[in-house]
């Protein structure tokens, strides 16, 4: 924390902003990622979670948090034993095998490999033989909620003392993530909760044989212990294996776009954690999602502002664009449009897998440092997983197809299901509407107009003006008089002081005038700006694979 607020100003509570370079980040960056692994399950959640808020963290963080996997050694196998005789009774009652080695371990739980007894619970995912039936029983990790209610205690202590070296819009984005962390990661220990959501987005995806979603076995379930079908299949981001096998990797990508367009468009409620080690691929290409503890709900108006976001950026109307970002929060309305437009521009060239001139991603981020001091973006609590899912989304689509055209698919999506043309409908009512008040407005205008020009004809009109000075220029003027009245006196002092033959009180005088002078240039100084650099995940990967 000292380190991070260190690099933002040059003495922490004082001085000038400082700008380091991307290896000095990095090198940060490398030292937290460490922390994080070593302080255990808690962190290692907020390191992966901080790897998705760019709004927090500059690039080179991201770029290191992002290799941050939910992969540590499990449990020991008798404590892990021992939550599941806790919640479902003997082991051996229960299963008729169970491979005491995991599958998966994780930062708040692992998974185990059984076998339970067909028919036991649930629509059978095999024929029924003497072998039983293949499930997956995912385990909360032993003792986890005092270790995890400790941690969080630290995280709510820590937050107001960086919060102290941050600015406002920073502050705005760090106390949404502390607030979005304790949330998600009591959310990810409740498996009932889990199991509830898991059943919701599987009964929404049941008539599309596209997509495949493990079964819950209610019958070996708790709050600690959730039992699904086990379900086989290739790594998403294994695309060697995927090309031996015969999968078109460009329609998979598509269909999972597709898939979380309809969860959080349509569906309302999404799976939160499509990362490669949560997604897997059948031979025939079928998509099948594993672990649904971090998921989410989308409200009404969300879903709406997405929308109207989508069928902006397909129409490539960036007026439009701007105006959805800000009326969800995600953009601050003072932020330089001009600026903002050409920023979206590149977006929407690099999201239809377009090259990018690299003079023009120059020129941007010429604009942005000298138009935006504070950058303009910011990410409210109910758009936080959303953004984790487009984010993560989009890096499997890339990682599947590099040319993947993300804008078309979107584009065909909002068309199939009707979006675009409601809201070409939803336009011309409004347009109706706007015609209506107009003439209704233009009725009353002439009686105003008299009334008006007969007051000025009695000269009984008076004109109120007020001055809006958002940018305190009176008070940075009203500064500079002062300072130059204060200047022209110690100096005027200190020559009357030398010739009067008394040159300690010169000295005095002299050093006075140099505070003086000081704060008279900083007065003139321009704010400097934070360094930001649009970041393309289509570029980056090119950029990494260059590295290679």
Same mark, same amino acid.
């Given at each position: 924390m000292l380190a991070y607020a260190r690099d933002r100003r040059r003495f922490l509570l004082f001085g000038r902003p400082r700008r380091v370079d991307a290896e000095t980040h990095r090198h940060r960056?490398?030292?937290?990622?460490?922390?994080? /692994?070593?302080?255990?399950? *808690?962190?290692?959640?907020?390191g992966q979670l901080l790897s998705t808020r760019p709004d927090v963290l500059p690039p080179a963080y991201i770029d290191v948090l992002a290799a941050l996997q939910d992969e540590v050694p499990p449990a020991e196998w008798t404590a892990a034993r021992r939550v599941i005789e806790d919640e479902l009774g003997p082991l051996d009652?229960?299963?008729?095998?169970?491979?005491?080695?995991?599958?998966?371990?994780?930062? /708040?739980?692992?998974?185990?490999?059984?076998?339970?007894?067909?028919?036991?619970?649930?629509?059978?995912?095999?024929?029924?033989?003497?072998?039983?039936?293949?499930v997956a029983v995912k385990v909360r990790r032993p003792d986890i909620e005092d270790l995890v209610a400790a941690d969080l205690r630290v995280v709510r202590w820590s937050l107001p003392i960086l919060l102290y070296f941050v600015d406002?819009?920073?502050?705005?984005?760090?106390?949404?993530?502390?607030?979005e962390f304790a949330k998600t990661i009591r959310e990810e220990m409740d498996y009932e909760r889990?199991?509830?959501?898991?059943?919701?987005?599987?009964?929404?995806?049941?008539?599309?044989?596209?997509?495949?979603?493990?079964?819950v076995i209610e019958s070996h379930s708790g709050p600690r212990v959730l039992t699904m079908e086990y379900l086989e299949g290739t790594k998403i981001n294994d695309v060697e294996e995927l090309d031996r096998k015969g999968v078109d990797r460009t329609q998979v990508a598509e269909n999972l776009q597709r898939s979380y367009l309809q969860m959080i468009i349509d569906d309302g409620i999404f799976h939160a954690d499509p990362h490669p080690g949560n997604l897997a691929v059948t031979d025939d290409g079928r998509i099948v999602f594993y672990d649904f503890g971090m998921s989410g709900r989308v409200d009404d108006f969300v879903q709406g502002k997405i929308v109207d976001f989508y069928i902006a950026v397909a129409n490539r109307d960036i007026d439009a664009i701007l105006?959805?970002?800000?009326?969800?929060?995600?953009?601050?309305?003072?932020?330089?449009? *001009?600026?903002?437009?050409?920023v979206m521009e590149l977006a929407i060239q690099d999201a239809r897998g377009q090259d990018i001139e690299q003079y023009r991603v120059n020129q941007i981020i010429g604009q942005i440092e000298d138009s935006i001091y504070e950058f303009p973006f910011r990410l409210p609590k109910n758009l936080a997983l959303v953004l984790r899912v487009a984010t993560v989304v989009e890096g499997v689509c890339v990682t599947l197809d590099p040319e993947f055209d993300f804008i078309e698919t979107a584009t065909d999506y909002l068309t199939e299901q009707g979006y675009r043309e409601e809201s070409v409908r939803q336009y011309l009512r409004e347009s109706g509407e706007q015609l209506r008040r107009t003439g209704e407005s233009l009725t009353r205008l002439a009686p105003k107009a008299e009334r008006t020009l007969d007051r000025l004809d009695r000269d009984d009109l008076y004109v109120r003006i007020g001055v809006e000075d958002s940018e305190?220029?009176?008070?940075?003027?009203?500064?500079?008089?002062?300072?130059?009245?204060?200047?022209?006196?110690?100096?005027?002092?200190?020559?009357?002081?030398?010739?009067?033959?008394?040159?300690?009180?010169?000295?005095?005088?002299?050093?006075?005038?140099?505070?003086?002078?000081?704060?008279?240039?900083?007065?003139?100084?321009?704010?400097?700006?934070?360094?930001?650099?649009?970041?393309?995940?289509?570029?980056? /990967?090119?950029?990494?694979?260059?590295?290679?």
């Open positions: 960056a490398e030292v937290l990622l460490e922390s994080l /692994l070593t302080l255990g399950p *808690t962190f290692i959640k907020l009652d229960r299963f008729e095998e169970f491979e005491t080695e995991a599958i998966s371990g994780a930062s /708040l739980g692992q998974v185990y490999r059984a076998r339970i007894e067909t028919g036991t619970d649930g629509p059978q995912s095999a024929p029924e033989s003497h072998t039983g039936r293949e406002d819009s920073r502050a705005f984005s760090l106390e949404n993530l502390a607030d889990e199991a509830t959501m898991l059943r919701e987005i599987r009964a929404n995806f049941a008539d599309d044989d596209r997509f495949v979603i493990p079964d105006d959805a970002l800000t009326e969800i929060g995600t953009l601050s309305p003072e932020a330089d449009r *001009t600026v903002m437009a050409d305190n220029v009176f008070n940075t003027l009203a500064k500079r008089l002062v300072y130059g009245m204060l200047l022209t006196m110690s100096l005027f002092s200190m020559g009357v002081l030398y010739a009067l033959g008394a040159p300690e009180a010169s000295v005095i005088a002299a050093v006075f005038s140099v505070a003086v002078t000081i704060q008279l240039y900083r007065s003139f100084r321009k704010p400097r700006s934070t360094r930001v650099r649009p970041q393309f995940t289509r570029q980056n /990967l090119r950029q990494r694979r260059g590295d290679e």
